[in-house]
């Protein structure tokens, strides 16, 4: 058993879901032909000694100070 030292979230990006830009159709249709890439975020707990990646429902259980086991099954 860990304590709950902190909570963190952080914004992740999905490796190549970004759209080649052309400088022509960017402008014309930004929404179709921009660089926007499909963001993510992923929670983290971090204990006294790791950091973890958690499923979203765990991260809002846990709050700072809390008792963290790592062997639960609360991995993401």
């Known amino acids: 058993m860990e304590k709950v030292v ?3 979230v952080e914004k992740s990006y999905e490796a190549g879901s970004g759209s ?7 402008d014309i249709s930004p929404k ?3 660089q926007k890439m499909v963001e993510n975020d992923i929670f983290i ?5 790791h950091r973890y990646q958690v ?3 765990d991260y809002n259980k846990l709050k700072e100070g809390d008792d963290f ?3 639960l ?3 993401a």
């Open 45 to 49: 707990i971090i204990t006294e000694k």
């Open 32 to 34: 179709n032909w921009g």
């Open 20 to 26: 080649l830009y052309i400088p022509i159709l960017g």
């Open 69 to 71: 086991d790592e062997n």
């Open 55 to 57: 499923k979203e429902e």
């Open 6 to 8: 902190s909570k963190i």
């Open 73 to 75: 099954s609360i991995f």
